[in-house]
């Protein structure tokens, strides 16, 4: 989807012009669901209150279109929103400020954080702690089943934008293993506001004083080793 506001943004030397470390996977034969027809999802959320994580690992557009056209039980409904973005206590990484899930759509973004949702954030704060090393891409090579060489061939195309880290960043699979295991993580809670018209500030993450509780649990903290271990062990099942 395109971003409320500006252009869609796309970086294929980060990740392939596929998504996927250009492996190229042959094109799946199931059909797609397309997004414009809520009705699925919003039923499916308001039916069954209180069971449904949503977990986000990209820019908040859908999630802001969700929040706009469906019904106020939405926010009622749903358990936990999990979104990797975001650097509250760090530099970003798309700019100075700005991490790149927000900085592609600052707008959907600010309406996300500024609804009620029960959101953890996931974002460079905690990141940033987590590297796949050239250790952990051999242990998958070994493997060799055909799980383990995808991962390791988008881990090496990967890799190459990291010049200066040892390895590749994670962020979004401790996104996902943090709504399996939430002691992955700790938190503290925010209320955020995001820059969305202050160049070059924009797309920036930022704690305010609000009277309202906050709904954001900022992931400050990461155990490193048990979510590297996690992740590994399911792989090499």
């Known amino acids: 989807a395109a971003p409320i506001s500006g252009k869609l943004e796309l970086v294929a030397k980060v990740h392939g012009k596929d998504g996927l470390g250009d492996t190229q996977l042959p094109l799946p034969d199931s059909s797609t669901i397309r997004w414009e027809n809520l009705n699925y999802i919003i039923s499916t959320i ?38 990797m973005g975001g650097a509250v206590t760090v530099p970003g990484n798309v700019t100075p400020y700005a991490e790149f899930n927000i900085f592609c759509d600052p707008h959907a973004a600010k309406i996300v954080f500024d609804s009620e949702l029960p ?45 200066k880290v040892e390895g590749c960043y994670l962020h979004d699979p401790l996104t996902a293993a ?27 993450t930022i704690p305010i004083d609000s009277t309202r509780n906050p709904n954001i649990s900022v992931a400050l903290i990461v155990n490193e080793k048990k979510f590297l271990d996690f992740f590994l062990n399911t792989l090499l099942m």
Request: proline share 5%.
């Open 46 to 83: 308001t039916s069954n209150p209180h069971e449904y994580t949503l977990v986000s690992v990209g820019p908040l557009t859908n999630l802001a279109s969700l929040l706009q056209n469906g019904p106020k039980a939405i926010v009622d409904s749903v358990k936990e929103v999990i979104i």
């Open 119 to 163: 959101i953890t954030l996931i974002g460079l704060d905690v990141t940033h702690k987590v590297v796949m090393k050239d250790a952990h891409i051999k242990q998958l090579e070994a493997k060799n089943t055909p799980l383990t060489n995808f991962v390791a061939k988008i881990a090496h195309f990967y890799k190459k934008f990291h010049e």
């Open 178 to 204: 943090v709504a399996i295991d939430p002691t992955l993580i700790s938190t503290n809670k925010f209320n955020l506001d995001v820059i969305t018209n202050d160049f070059p500030e924009i797309g920036q």
